[in-house]
Nanobody, 122 residues
């Protein structure tokens, strides 16, 4: 699976952004998908994940209520809606995929996208 993330940019605190991750190469609908982020000087961290059907979603505790992950299998795309943005959300956001489980997606994704930069100004 090849993953192409897009939608990053500069946004003011309190604003919103929607990231997209387009997949190609294999059967997208069979993969668990997720988003991670890496802020300057910090380790990459889990943000959110979604099951292959879209029926199950999972979030980092600190981001629940502000971020929403979704997917459109017909478009081979997963989204991350980010609301009420804060300066601490500034990071490079990566999408990732795993064929078998959310647990393995969180710890050892099969595939990574190239990342898209989100900058939130105060």
């Amino acid at each position: 699976v090849q993953l192409q993330a897009s939608g990053g940019g500069l946004e003011q605190a309190g604003g919103s952004l929607r990231l997209s991750c387009a997949a190609s190469g294999r059967t997208f609908s069979g993969y668990y998908m997720g988003w991670f982020r890496q802020a300057p000087g910090k380790e990459r961290e889990f943000v959110a994940a979604i099951s292959w059907s879209g029926g199950g979603t999972y979030y980092a505790d600190a981001l629940k209520g502000r971020f929403t992950i979704s997917r459109e299998n017909a478009k081979n795309t997963v989204y991350l809606q980010m609301d009420s943005l804060k300066p601490e959300d500034t990071a490079v956001y990566y999408c990732a995929a795993h064929r078998h489980s959310i647990v393995l997606l969180r710890t050892r994704p099969d595939f990574w996208g190239q990342g898209t930069l989100v900058t939130v100004s105060s």
